[in-house]
Each structure stands twice: as C-alpha cells, then as structure tokens.
C-alpha cells in the first residue's frame, strides 16, 4: 500500500468510518449523504442482531472462564442455530476465533494497522484508532485486554462448569 494511500485510509479510520468488510458480529449501514470522492456510500458499523451475542460469549469464555481457542471452537460447533460459523464456513476454524479475539473493533473503536504483514501485533502506540468510538462496541476494553492475557483469568484453560 502507498504512503499516500495509508495516509487517505488513516483519516478514514480516525473519523470512525468502516473501510473494510465488518468482523464477525457486526453488518455495515450506510450512513446518508456521505460519501468518497468516488460516490461510494460511507458506512459504519452496526451489531448483528444474531451474531452479536456469540462475539459476547467468545470473550466471556475466554477472559472469565479461561478458555482455550481450541475449546472455544469446540464449544461453538456444537450449535451451529445459536453460534453461526462466520461467512460461508460450515464449521468454526480455530484461526476465526483467533481474529475476534484480537480484533479492537469490538470496542466500539474503528482500527487499522494493528498487525504487521506477518499478522504480529505491532505495539499499540502504532496502531491507527478512530478518535472516539465510532459504533456499539460488543465488549468493553477491559473485557478485550482480559481476552489478550488469560492466564490472568479465574479459571485458565478449563472447562466452564
């Protein structure tokens, strides 16, 4: 990507407008009389009203509970009705419940540049952020931070009751 071209996506992303697809749990709107230079609709994101709640329950069973990724996966194939698989996947990968759990957008903040071309986390101070929260957020950071680091949790790696 150009320089000028990150520059233009930055801006975008500090006044809080979506430029890439939404994240599991979230849908796009599109928000009347915006638009890019180009005529295309600017949109922000808005929770889906069916796949908000397992965003929720990924991170409780994560940062309360201690879940692994690998029980988590487990955990939502067993209901495919009240966990649906994200896009057209007929199962949950482990590698999607990674991404959520790494992702800040479910705190209500558009980002970008949070990870290299390697997808390592660059440090926080590099990371693009919209100025205020710019949507519903589905956790709050301190959930999400609890998420990053559960060997801080009550229960590490275990099975919920």
Request: no cysteine; charged share 20%; hydrophobic share 35%.
């Given at each position: 990507?150009?320089?000028?071209?990150?520059?233009?996506?930055?801006?975008?992303?500090?006044?809080?407008w979506?430029?890439?697809?939404?994240?599991?749990?979230?849908?796009?709107?599109?928000?009347?009389?915006?638009?890019?230079?180009?005529g295309?609709?600017?949109?922000?994101?808005?929770?889906?009203?069916t796949?908000a709640?397992v965003?929720?329950?990924?991170f409780?069973?994560?940062?309360?509970?201690?879940?692994?990724?690998?029980?988590?996966?487990?955990?939502?194939?067993?209901?495919?009705?009240?966990?649906?698989?994200?896009?057209?996947?007929?199962?949950?990968?482990?590698?999607?419940?990674?991404?959520?759990?790494?992702?800040?957008?479910?705190?209500g903040?558009?980002?970008?540049?949070?990870?290299?071309?390697?997808?390592?986390?660059?440090?926080?101070?590099?990371?693009?952020?919209?100025?205020?929260?710019?949507?519903?957020?589905?956790?709050?950071?301190?959930?999400?931070?609890?998420?990053?680091?559960?060997?801080?949790?009550?229960?590490?790696?275990?099975?919920?009751?």
């Amino acid at each position: 990507m150009t320089r000028r071209s990150a520059d233009a996506i930055a801006v975008l992303i500090r006044a809080g407008w979506n430029v890439h697809r939404p994240p599991y749990g979230y849908t796009t709107m599109t928000v009347t009389g915006a638009q890019s230079r180009r005529g295309t609709p600017r949109t922000r994101l808005t929770p889906d009203p069916t796949r908000a709640q397992v965003v929720q329950d990924v991170f409780y069973w994560r940062a309360v509970t201690g879940l692994s990724v690998e029980h988590i996966t487990a955990r939502l194939n067993t209901d495919h009705a009240r966990y649906p698989p994200p896009g057209t996947h007929i199962s949950w990968p482990p590698a999607a419940v990674e991404a959520m759990l790494t992702d800040i957008k479910y705190t209500g903040y558009q980002a970008a540049g949070t990870r290299d071309e390697n997808s390592i986390f660059l440090p926080v101070e590099q990371w693009v952020l919209s100025d205020q929260p710019a949507h519903r957020a589905l956790v709050t950071p301190a959930l999400f931070w609890a998420a990053q680091d559960p060997v801080t949790s009550v229960r590490h790696d275990k099975e919920a009751r």
